[in-house]
């Protein structure tokens, strides 16, 4: 525990560590390939924009970052647990109320988000999310771990298009389905590229179609 409510880097990567270990010892984890790729592309890319963005902390945008998914430490459909809400009460409970808050906001780039915008969760995830959203404002961490989690698709680094389309593909939507979700990655997009003055893709390398 440390009074910054994140770990340290050292601690952060056993906590990211045991979160994988776990599931890989409990769940066939058929997707832990683009599990370690996602978490550790979305702390670097994180890193990478805060070293340019003003009063931000690179290191702790990396932290946050490795950690906003530890709650898939559990397997979402055999277990029936949230990863949010996962990753929210076991980081809370190590003391680390910073890093639990990514593990709920990064999956509601809207605070006031629409139940059908998330058609697939049970009704009571959703009533949780509510509830624990209220208590919460969202700052520029919340923001920039939302924006970073939308460039990772499979086992690659990809623009909205890329990524969206994967979404609708994998969930069987249409496109007008994720037109929220959408809105909330471009104004993520605008509001970082306003503080910095440098196009985000350019920054991170990334090609669009
Ligand atoms: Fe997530």
Redesign the pocket.
Known sequence: MNDKGYPTLETAEKIWREGFDYRCATTEFKVRDEYVFHTTGVAETAQKIAAHTPDMNPEKAYILGLL??YGKKYDERASGRF??RAGFEELNAMGYPAAAKICLT??FPSRDFCDEDYASYPADWLEWAHRELAKVTYDDYDRLIQLCDMFFEGMQMVDFETRFSGIVRRYNLKLEDVENLRKNAERNLAYFEAKIGVGIYQLLNIKTL
């Open positions: 906003h998914d990863h949010a990064h999956s």
